[in-house]
């Protein structure tokens, strides 16, 4: 019995990776975050080693192997609208609270006042490998922030709460809270994009400048978060106000959570259907002017979710590449068989770009209150990388899963979680033909955003400047002219800024083999079209150095 165990211990199933540190072994991260101060690479190398554990690993599998349930009443048929989660969730929540990814570009002061957002974007792709859904309600108050500074009476109130790095879920009003977290409340069952269709009334209440709302929300997530910033129709049109869940005398605000969504990803956090009776909720900003509000919530949104999603990428890479260095076929490692590595390598590329396409946002983030250009850039690009990343995850995790084999379909591995939670992230926050329609309604207002890239990219391309900016800026004008051709001219925007943040950070071979196989050559639906042209292996050395 002994012996027959241990051949099946050594065999040719490579064992899962263990106590990786997903900071330290990732070439791509680290030079994309090379200038950060030291303080921040210390903290990211910590996060890196804590996320790559195979403990940590285990509590996103717990997290997501029970969803949460909703408890309506209690037992003595008290409405009590509770979410009850995996203590696993909550663990990760508190480490990430802890990590500030819910608040860390809104503190005043630190050693990271000039690179907030892209030191948060890599404590946001370093957690993301472990599980998506938790971060949901983490991106949420990071966004609905950038909403609360419109009405400085509101943000002096609830700043400081958010700001707070301690995870705390208890079930009471905010101010009796060592932290509290938000959420965003704006899709209706008839009015997803089209915001026109918001049928959420808010009527003027009392004394106190606040909003009786009265409406329905079709899809919340994180509802146990402590207010929502949410949409409604005011006398002066289509608002933005804040709506806690608990009011300061300590009685539940007049908020019912109808059902959870049964999802096909994020598992981990629960999304619900919202019911308004005459909630109390304050504006932010001012009445009518909810759009303006909601673009900024939306920038921020996006970029998390291209930032997950090309987390998720790179850990379905991990894996697979780990995999195939380790798994014979034939009498060969499959690393070492031209198919396998040039169909790996060409997945690497995807991942690489779509790594250095979303921190290159983020650092135009930091530098957009001094840069008009890099403003510019970050406004049009956040929607840009937002389809092309979110979209280009699933094709990549589901080759990685055919690497595997039928292993990595089965659901003990995270392979088809990774898949799930990136098909999720495409709905999430404007799905690709809102992205479409949003760029060309900033084009259609001014060549600004479209002249800020052709600047950020001219120096970085080289000698395939010229023409490869020519083809964008054609793009632009078929796409200004005929609506329907928005995808082609949204792809090229990700793709150009991906191939010229691979020339100007990485070797001469990534970012050379990038261009000539997405730029230089027409439309392609599959990996490993690569050809000897180009060191496969050596890319995939680079990009996943051997542990």
Not at 205 to 227: C, I
Not at 347 to 354: G, I, Q, R
Not at 371 to 389: G, H, Q, S
């Amino acid at each position: 019995m002994s012996r027959a165990f241990n051949r099946i211990e050594g065999s040719n199933l490579p064992a899962a990776p263990a106590d990786v540190n997903l900071f330290a072994s990732d070439p791509v991260l680290a030079a994309m975050t090379e200038h950060v101060p030291a303080a921040t690479l210390e903290v990211l190398s910590g996060l890196g080693q804590f996320f790559g554990a195979t403990d940590t690993l285990e509590l996103g599998r717990l997290a997501n192997q029970q969803a949460p349930a909703l408890r309506t009443h209690d037992a003595q048929g008290n409405r009590i609208d509770n979410v009850e989660y995996h203590p696993a969730y909550h663990a990760l929540m508190r480490r990430s609270v802890a990590a500030g990814l819910h608040c860390s570009v809104w503190d005043a002061a630190g050693a990271e006042g000039r690179v907030r957002s892209l030191a948060r974007a890599a404590r946001l792709y370093l957690t993301a490998q472990v599980d998506a859904g938790h971060l949901l309600q983490l991106s949420a108050t990071n966004a609905a922030v950038s909403a609360l500074a419109h009405s400085p009476r509101l943000a002096e109130q609830w700043l400081p709460m958010v700001r707070s790095r301690k995870y705390d879920a208890t079930n009471k009003p905010a101010p009796q809270k060592a932290g509290i977290l938000m959420s965003l409340a704006f899709t209706e069952r008839q009015a997803g994009s089209d915001h026109s269709l918001i049928a959420t009334k808010a009527e003027r209440g009392g004394n106190d400048a606040n909003y009786r709302l009265t409406g329905a929300k079709w899809f919340v997530n994180a509802p146990m978060s402590d207010a929502y910033v949410t949409l409604a129709q005011t006398r002066e049109g289509l608002s933005t106000l804040l709506v806690p869940r608990f009011l300061a005398d300590g009685t539940r605000n007049r908020i019912r959570m109808m059902r959870l969504k049964d999802k096909l990803g994020t598992r981990s956090s629960a999304a619900a259907e919202l019911e308004l009776d005459g909630a109390t909720g304050w504006l932010l900003g001012s009445s009518g002017e909810g759009e303006a509000t909601l673009r900024e919530v939306s920038t921020l949104s996006r970029l998390d979710d291209a930032v997950i999603a090309s987390s998720l990428m790179r850990a379905a890479l991990a894996e697979a590449v780990h995999h195939a260095r380790r798994r014979t076929v034939g009498g060969a490692l499959l690393v070492d068989q031209p198919l396998m590595a040039r169909v790996l390598a060409d997945a690497a590329l995807d991942v690489t770009a779509a790594t250095s396409l979303v921190f290159r946002i983020a650092s135009a983030l930091d530098r957009a209150g001094d840069d008009p250009v890099e403003a510019n850039f970050a406004r049009l690009m956040t929607p840009a990388a937002k389809y092309w990343v979110v979209k280009s995850a699933p094709s990549v995790i589901a080759e990685m899963m055919e690497t595997v084999g039928a292993n990595g379909a089965v659901e003990e591995s995270r392979l088809p979680r990774l898949y799930r939670d990136a098909a999720s992230l495409a709905i999430a926050d404007g799905p690709g033909n809102v992205l479409c329609l949003d760029i060309l309604r900033m084009l259609g207002k001014s060549s600004d955003p479209l002249d800020a890239v052709l600047a950020v990219c001219e120096d970085s391309l080289g000698g395939s400047a010229k023409a490869t900016l020519n083809i964008l800026r054609a793009a632009t004008a078929v796409a200004l002219a005929d609506e329907g051709s928005a995808r082609v001219l949204t792809e090229q925007l990700a793709l150009t800024v991906a191939a010229a943040t691979l020339h100007h950070s990485f070797p001469a071979e990534v970012g050379d083999a990038f261009l000539d196989t997405r730029l230089g050559k027409g439309w392609r639906t599959t990996y490993g079209m690569l050809d000897s042209r180009f060191d496969a292996r050596g890319i995939l050395d680079f990009v996943c150095p051997n542990q």
